[in-house]
């Protein structure tokens, strides 16, 4: 069995000491997907949504998120995040907004969550943006598509129907 590192031996929730592990250059990258209608998707192409700048909005969404992650996840460490980018493409099939995220720091832990964090985060700004025309909007799936550095070393996903 695979001993949980956020759990001490009592089994009660801790933060983990990051104090002793190297520091590296990590990365990590996530996707994300948002389903609408060609109408809906035709208002964020034309610029015509009225909140405004759909995409803007999202991709500045995301990047915060990505530097406020410990304040959303009780045990994430605050990392320092050197580079955090939110990437859309716009999709008639499926139909729908791909959003992949991209999270970088030197430090003791990786940036999975921040990345996961972004990319959800964007979705649920591009949700919010639209939802007075759609209400039926439908966000996934959410998933980290690579991650490098620290001692698990690099990760890839295997495809999934998701775009990588």
Do not use: W
Not at 7 to 26: F, P, Q, Y
Not at 54 to 65: D, F, K, P, S
Not at 93 to 99: K, R
Not at 112 to 128: F, G, N, R
């Amino acid at each position: 069995m695979t001993k949980l590192s956020h759990l001490n031996e009592k089994g009660e929730a801790r933060m983990v000491d990051v104090s002793d592990k190297a520091i590296t250059h990590r990365t990590a990258r996530a996707e994300g997907f948002v389903s609408m209608t060609t109408d809906t998707l035709a208002l964020v192409e034309k610029g015509d949504a009225k909140k405004g700048d759909v995409l803007a909005t999202a991709r500045i969404a995301g990047i915060m998120a990505a530097k406020r992650c410990h304040d959303l996840i009780p045990l994430c460490h605050p990392l320092p995040v050197t580079k955090a980018t939110v990437d859309f493409e716009l999709s008639q099939q499926p139909v729908g907004i791909h959003v992949t995220t991209e999270v970088r720091c030197t430090g003791q832990t990786g940036v999975e969550m921040e990345a996961l964090t972004a990319v959800s985060v964007a979705c649920l700004t591009i949700y919010d943006m639209l939802k007075a025309v759609q209400k039926d909007m439908e966000i996934g799936p959410v998933r980290l598509i690579e991650k490098t550095g620290g001692r698990s070393g690099h990760f890839v996903a295997q495809r999934k129907g998701a775009k990588t």
